[in-house]
């Protein structure tokens, strides 16, 4: 088995596309890692939904996992996503990543026809089965259409060796008490809602995971500080900062809000692949406004 120290903030980063032929660019995407560990992020997750992976061939999920290892070099952990709807397909992607030299994987459960819940705890068996690599249970309803209770999770921590943590992204702040309620605060959990981020690590979350570090990895970093120190009232400053951005991307849609907020920034990292659209000029007018702020609210605060 692994041994991983996971915690803080942990970054999702985009998949670019290059504009010209609407490829995977390697460059790019070795470009925003290194950004990302520049600015202090404590793990690399790629291969989310911020990363389009639903979107990406086999050919290029495979070559997205081995850039992003190999980039990163062992500064941070990585963490793959998988998210397939057969287990087959799940278990050859986490033996894949393993064998790429990730440090865990990520997986959603998805599905085309309604799960129950020992169809769920098979799937999660079978995957762990395929690997040696610690897994993080990701329950994120809205994108997946599995709702995975906190009991369920907990049960598959205690009987699947592999199964470690707990990524909980339905946006219901009570899950996250009834994780540690279940597991007496032994099951490290992370918050995946972006507004939750203040309420999350007050209810012990061992971290955020989180592609608003894509574009102010500064502030989520200095949320994470404060609330490690123990200053709630300097996490709740810079928790208040975000929060307007925190709520433009997730309503926005991630793929898209990130890609327009990154190339506001410079970063030509192409659009996002159909059938999602890039943000509209309304919409990127309002994000320009709100980083613009959380941007001058920075500054007041450092000032």
């Known amino acids: ?41 404590h793990a ?3 291969l989310g939904s911020t990363g389009e992976s639903a979107y990406l061939s086999e050919s290029e999920w495979r070559h997205v996992v081995e850039t992003s290892v190999i980039r990163v070099a062992k500064r941070v952990p990585v963490i793959v996503g998988i998210s397939e ?20 994987i990520m997986v959603l459960p998805t599905s085309y026809w309604k799960l129950g819940e020992e169809e769920v705890f098979q799937h999660y068996a079978r995957i762990a089965a395929a690997t040696g690599l610690p897994i993080m ?18 049960r598959m921590v205690r ?10 992204s339905s946006g219901d702040i009570q899950r996250m008490h009834r994780i540690h309620e279940l597991s ?43 609330v490690q120190s123990g200053n709630l009232a300097t996490a709740r400053r810079a928790f208040y900062r975000q929060l307007p951005l925190l709520q433009f991307i997730l309503k926005g849609g991630l793929p898209k809000t990130v890609k327009a907020g990154l190339r506001l920034q410079g970063l030509d990292v192409g659009a996002p692949r159909h059938p999602v659209l890039p943000l509209d000029e309304a919409g990127c007018r309002s994000l320009a406004a709100i980083l613009g702020q959380v941007a001058a609210g920075e500054a007041r605060s450092a000032a």
């Open 85 to 104: 709807l057969t287990t087959a397909a799940a278990a050859r992607r986490a033996s894949f990543a393993e064998e790429a030299g990730a440090d865990a």
């Open 1 to 41: 088995m692994h041994n991983l120290d996971l915690h803080g903030i942990v970054a999702y980063p985009i998949t670019p596309f290059r504009e010209e032929d609407g490829s995977v660019d390697a460059d790019m995407l070795v470009r925003l890692i290194d950004r990302l560990i520049d600015a202090g992020v």
């Open 159 to 168: 009987e699947i060796d592999n199964v470690r943590m707990i990524k909980e």
């Open 184 to 226: 007496g605060g032994t099951v490290p959990f992370f918050n995946g809602s972006n507004p939750l981020a203040l309420e999350a690590f007050a209810a012990g979350a061992t971290g955020w995971c989180t592609a608003a570090a894509c574009l102010i990895p500064e502030q989520t970093l200095g949320l994470y500080a404060a």
């Open 137 to 154: 249970a990701y329950n994120n309803p809205a994108t997946s259409g599995i709702d995975m209770s906190p009991e369920l999770m907990i």
């Open 44 to 46: 690399i997750a790629p």
